[in-house]
């Protein structure tokens, strides 16, 4: 059966003026992460405004984030259904006392149902990246239906922060208003061909929330379309 390239994505045209972005780095372990951290911000910033973000819309959040720092933000989003909301992660994952996923922040992490039900709150079409190493795991509690999901990394055994996060800002940036999962589909491919290239065991694998088939998907990023010939369920 042909496969056909995930179609629900943000589209492809300029946001409206009154779309934003904010992006959160968390705790960092040293100071070449915290710099590391802070340069891919700043590339995912640049190639949101180069997308038709206004500048004063897309924020960085760096140094001593903290769990209500960032509800405080998320609250404040008055945006409407034909806006986009962007959502950059970028640090570490770990689990909290209740199993739950939790982004690694400045005193109480932050756990997947509790940034669900800030984001719940916004309207917008929402784009939500996750460059946490076994990133995948917040999924499962995020999803919904305006909401696309991108994670650098599956949901267990893939504890690293990853390359595919630099992978995918390389591409973003050649083509800001290009769709998503053409840019996402490319910085996969480049992942695959790096580890090949360096004979290395691949340690990480991206992985996708489409909202309009309501599956997690691997690269390449493809569903299959109903098959209007099988039989119907009894």
């Keep these: 059966m042909l496969l056909v390239l995930l179609g629900c994505w943000l589209p492809t045209t300029a946001p409206a003026a009154?779309?934003?972005?904010?992006i959160?780095?968390?705790?960092?372990?040293?100071?070449?992460?915290?710099?590391?951290?802070?340069?891919?911000?700043?590339?995912a910033k640049?190639?949101?405004?180069?997308?038709?973000f206004a500048e004063s819309r897309v924020e960085i959040l760096?140094?001593?984030?903290?769990?209500?720092?960032?509800?405080?933000?998320?609250?404040?989003?008055?945006?409407?259904?034909n806006d986009e909301f962007w959502l950059v992660l970028l640090g570490f994952n770990g689990r909290a006392a209740d199993g739950s996923p939790a982004f690694q922040v400045s005193g109480?992490?932050?756990?997947?149902?509790v940034l669900r039900a800030a984001l719940d709150g916004i309207p917008a079409?929402?784009?939500?990246?996750?460059?946490?190493?076994?990133?995948?795991?917040?999924?499962?509690?995020?999803?919904r239906d305006h909401r696309t999901i991108l994670s650098g990394t599956q949901a267990e055994g893939e504890p690293d922060v990853p390359r595919f996060t630099q992978a995918w800002l390389t591409e973003f940036a050649k083509?800001?208003?290009?769709?998503?999962?053409?840019?996402?589909?490319?910085?996969?491919?480049?992942?695959?061909?790096?580890?090949?290239?360096?004979?290395?065991?691949?340690?990480?694998h991206a992985?996708?929330?489409?909202?309009?088939?309501?599956?997690?998907?691997?690269?390449?990023f493809e569903i299959k379309p109903p098959d209007t010939n099988a039989p119907a369920a009894k």
């Design 125 to 143: 079409r929402q784009f939500i990246y996750l460059g946490l190493g076994n990133g995948g795991n917040f999924i499962p509690e995020l999803k």
């Design 175 to 204: 083509t800001p208003h290009a769709d998503l999962a053409e840019v996402a589909v490319r910085a996969a491919k480049q992942i695959d061909e790096d580890y090949t290239v360096k004979k290395m065991a691949q340690t990480e």
């Design 24 to 43: 959160v780095i968390g705790l960092s372990p040293s100071a070449d992460d915290a710099s590391e951290f802070l340069s891919l911000a700043a590339k």
């Design 46 to 52: 640049s190639a949101l405004v180069e997308r038709g």
């Design 62 to 81: 760096h140094e001593k984030v903290t769990r209500e720092l960032i509800l405080q933000k998320l609250r404040a989003v008055t945006l409407s259904t």
């Design 207 to 220: 992985c996708l929330f489409d909202p309009a088939s309501g599956q997690v998907l691997a690269p390449p």
């Design 108 to 113: 109480p992490r932050l756990t997947a149902p």
């Design 18 to 22: 009154e779309s934003s972005a904010l």
